[in-house]
């Protein structure tokens, strides 16, 4: 199971944050703001993705175990 979390960042407003695409979903073809509503949000890092922390092994991070 993958699941991506892409960092993004809104070029209106600065505002940088993060975007799940759950398993199963493609990636949206336009990412909105959290903070100002803008569409233009994009991808800062598209070749790089972290897994989500529930993709891990439990221990540290997990709202379970941690």
């Known amino acids: ?12 407003c600065q505002h940088i944050f993060k975007g799940l695409v759950l398993e199963g979903t493609q990636e949206p073809k336009e990412w909105v703001c959290s903070k100002c509503g803008s569409y233009k949000a994009q991808n800062m890092k598209p070749d790089e993705h972290v897994e989500h922390p529930l993709e891990k092994a439990h221990g540290s991070g997990c709202p379970c175990c941690g």
């Open 1 to 12: 199971m993958t699941m991506p979390v892409y960092s993004l960042q809104c070029p209106d």
